[in-house]
Each structure stands twice: as C-alpha cells, then as structure tokens.
C-alpha cells in the first residue's frame, strides 16, 4: 500500500489512509476481512484494480455487518450496533 500513496496510521497497524484536500480513503484490514471508505470515484477504481492485481478478491457490497457489529444505514446516518 505504501507504493501507492497510502499511511499506515500510527494508533492501529490495521488502518492504511490516504487523503488530499477534496478526497481521502481509509482502508481496514483485519485478517482476511477489509473495509474500504473513499469519497472519489476515481481512487476507488485505482485501488480496486491494485487490489485485483495483488490478491484475489470480491467486493461484497454496501458494509452489513464487521467484527460482529451490525452496519445500517438510513436517511439520518449510519448506525452502529453490536
């Protein structure tokens, strides 16, 4: 990750993030599970293409559940629940 402009964050080793002014990506892996949250379109697709050349993978979609917390979303927010 480092290749491509991403930081590991110094309070967890499993965080990875890489920010400008007007987008920024942050990328959670933990074991064989990753979250990836990014506002820009176009980094997206470069990091998916990066991650398809180095791993095999699917993207499963909007994030349901993680590490046995439940993800919902609605017009008001997002919500955590475990």
């Known amino acids: 990750m480092k290749s ?12 990875s993030l890489k920010g400008n002014k007007k987008a ?3 990328l959670i892996i933990y074991i064989d599970d990753m979250i990836v949250t990014i506002n820009d379109p ?6 998916q293409i990066h991650l398809a050349q180095e ?3 699917k993207s499963l979609g ?3 559940y993680f590490l ?5 979303r609605s017009k008001e927010g997002i919500f955590l629940s475990q």
């Open 68 to 72: 046995g917390i439940e993800v919902s």
């Open 42 to 47: 176009k980094e997206k697709e470069a990091l």
């Open 4 to 15: 491509i402009g991403y930081k590991q964050s110094n309070s967890d080793h499993t965080i």
């Open 24 to 26: 920024i990506t942050a």
């Open 62 to 64: 909007h994030l349901k």
């Open 55 to 57: 791993f095999e993978m």
